[in-house]
């Protein structure tokens, strides 16, 4: 059926106005069949048994097939570089990417959409990464690196997107600059996480902070929640 606004659920992290979970909620509990969700993240996060992901779903042949690795690395880093200058992420200068390659041991997985720092890292720290050629958002649709757009997103470069989050969702230590893109993987296996927040201007040392269902707390699935605990409600 075609989706209308009672049977649509918008959530995206880009949007300026965080999701009304009232309105979803409402949605989540109503009779309706069909519910179409357009969403890249999660209005607040659920606690999750351990291993939840892999209980539930096991990677495609595909996938396996493009895996950069043969066994998941131990730690991964996650460098998500901005859409535009707009988009404004801390930790991506180079006194803490410098700081980052100094602290972590060789053996360092590197996850990133700017295919450029693969060989700064590899050549000075000696950290692995993917490969690719190019990376293109999926939903955008340019390259990364030279801004180019592209006419339609295709599986290679799918493929290339689930690889670098099943990597980050097999890793036991992974640092990342904030990006719902690697929070939702850490979430789902609740991997160790830190979020790189830059270099304290006072002391020099890596400002690194716990996810933020460890900070903000955990909270019910959205269903569950009650009108106390409800939040952006109009």
Request: with cysteine.
């Amino acid at each position: 059926p075609r989706p209308t606004i009672h049977s649509s659920i918008r959530h995206l992290s880009y949007n300026k106005r965080p999701p009304d979970e009232c309105l979803a909620q409402k949605q989540l509990k109503s009779d309706l069949r069909y519910i179409h969700i357009n969403s890249n993240t999660y209005p607040r996060w659920p606690a999750v048994p351990d291993n939840f992901f892999t209980t539930y779903y096991t990677p495609t042949d595909a996938l396996l097939e493009v895996l950069p690795w043969k066994e998941p690395p131990t730690t991964v880093v996650h460098l998500r570089w901005p859409d535009t200058k707009m988009d404004v992420r801390k930790g991506l200068d180079n006194q803490t990417l410098d700081k980052l390659g100094e602290m972590l041991p060789s053996d360092t997985f590197l996850v990133t959409n700017n295919i450029e720092l693969y060989d700064r890292f590899e050549k000075k720290y000696g950290w692995k990464n993917s490969q690719w050629p190019k990376i293109t958002h999926s939903a955008l649709l340019f390259d990364f690196v030279t801004r180019r757009h592209i006419a339609r997103f295709n599986d290679v470069m799918n493929l290339q997107l689930w690889s670098d989050w099943y990597s980050i969702l097999s890793a036991k230590q992974v640092y990342h600059t904030h990006s719902d893109f690697s929070l939702s993987a850490i979430h789902w296996m609740n991997v160790n996480s830190k979020t790189i927040m830059g270099v304290n201007d006072d002391d020099g040392k890596l400002q690194l902070f716990d996810s933020p269902w460890k900070h903000d707390g955990e909270t019910e699935p959205l269903v569950k929640r009650t009108n106390g605990t409800l939040k952006n409600c109009k």
